[in-house]
């Protein structure tokens, strides 16, 4: 099952903070963040496996709430560099390594 | 750059015709997997590869894909009797995937397919 993403899209003034949301229906074994720009490759940003922890990258952090199949990706003091397309990749283990990713969060930093 | 690389780029091709992409994976990875995305679309799985063997399929993946990775290392897709439905990013990654913590993987630019 798809995971779900929100919001879809998001608009940042420089400087400003930002959340964007992973929401599955089924049990995860971990979450994976990537972003992508515009005709690049989806570039690997974190890893967060179950067991509720939180991990940072610089001003960008994530948590993951097992129990609630959800996990969140907070991106602080945006610099103009965060725009892309932020997605989240969900592994549900048991022997499956294939990654089911959502349809993604458009982030649009302005100066 | 993440390592891995997808060739060609782009690929514009009648609808009808074969089509094969390569992949070259970052070379200590044990672990490849193609992907298809399209626009406004996360990526999408295809199959997957530990080593020489193909230990996953998509249904996406209809009989005219077939996926290779002779001696584990490079991987083909070949998609034959292309359809415009087949116009996608198709992309490839790679892990280590000496464990499930280490499964992180990298993906390569893509290659874009266009059917006409």
């Known amino acids: 099952q798809q995971p779900v993403q929100s919001p879809q899209a998001v608009i940042l003034r420089e400087g400003e903070d930002a959340v964007i949301n992973c929401s599955s229906s089924?049990?995860?074994?971990?979450v994976h963040w990537y972003r992508q720009k515009h005709g690049e490759a989806p570039v690997f940003l974190m890893i967060?496996?179950?067991?509720?922890e939180q991990k940072g990258h610089d001003k960008i952090s994530a948590s993951f709430n097992e129990k609630k199949q959800q996990s969140s990706l907070y991106l602080t003091a945006s610099q103009l560099s965060y725009s892309g397309t932020y997605f989240c990749g969900t592994e549900i283990g048991g022997g499956s390594e294939k990654l089911v990713f959502g349809k993604g969060t458009k982030l649009t930093v302005n100066p | 750059d993440t390592g891995v690389s997808q060739d060609p780029r782009h690929k514009i091709t009648k609808r009808g015709q074969n089509v094969t992409f390569r992949c070259d994976p970052i070379?200590?990875?044990?672990?490849l997997y193609w992907y298809r995305q399209t626009l406004g679309q996360g990526p999408e799985f295809l199959t997957y590869f530990q080593n020489e063997a193909q230990l996953e399929k998509s249904r996406l993946l209809s009989d005219r894909f077939s996926a290779e990775r002779p001696k584990g290392s490079f991987s083909t897709l070949e998609i034959q009797r292309t359809e415009q439905g087949d116009s996608a990013m198709y992309l490839c990654?790679?892990?280590?995937?000496?464990?499930?913590?280490?499964?992180?993987?990298?993906f390569g630019a893509g290659t874009r397919l266009s059917v006409l």
């Open positions: 070379s200590e990875h044990n672990r």
């Open positions: 089924k049990a995860l074994y971990s």
């Open positions: 990654a790679s892990s280590l995937g000496q464990s499930l913590a280490k499964n992180i993987q990298y």
């Open positions: 967060l496996l179950k067991g509720g």
